[in-house]
């Protein structure tokens, strides 16, 4: 199990791949627990084996903002409360019971004192940033939706369409219409 999480990011030795199960934890959450609160400051990351998880904060008082959307066998974390140490302005929390593996900050710096090729886990760092840049202004919902088809579509079979809408920066109607448009384009 380990070695395919750690080869999907680099080349790990065999002796990599025990430290790393060295320390890495198996950790499980139910629906709706909370993984990561609001206030708090990131000091893990996690690899979901099992389940789904979200990152949202809250535009109203009752209106979640999704940040972020997370399926089986992706990393996460956020990026701004782990790299800045600084306390997370989102609540990461499990939208399915979920299994995860937790590698602490602590555990990562041990395992870099062990092997430099720990230091290829900076590009789960790097991949955390990709897509909010995407979903800015400057697409269009038609983009927006393409991007998920084409790079993470497992969304769309694990979230209901008004958190995919929400985490798309569109409304539901909105993401009903671009569908629409997107199946007519496909017919064609």
Known sequence: ???AILNAIGN????????FENEVRLRYYQKDEVLLQRGEVQRSIFYL???SAYQ???????????IELHAENEWFLNHQSLVGQIP????IAAYAPCTVLELTLE?????IGCSPT????????????SRVHFFDNSSTPLQKYQFVLDSRPQLLQEFPLKMIASYLKITPETLSRTREKW????VS
């Open 107 to 111: 555990a990562i710096h041990q395992l």
């Open 183 to 186: 199946v007519r384009s496909v």
């Open 56 to 66: 949202y904060n809250f535009k109203q008082e009752a209106y979640q903002n999704i």
């Open 49 to 51: 084996l099992k389940g």
């Open 118 to 129: 720990f230091l290829l886990l900076n590009k789960i760092l790097e991949s955390s940033t």
């Open 1 to 3: 199990m380990y070695s």
């Open 88 to 91: 997370s302005d989102v609540f």
């Open 12 to 19: 790990f030795t065999e002796h990599d791949q025990a430290l």
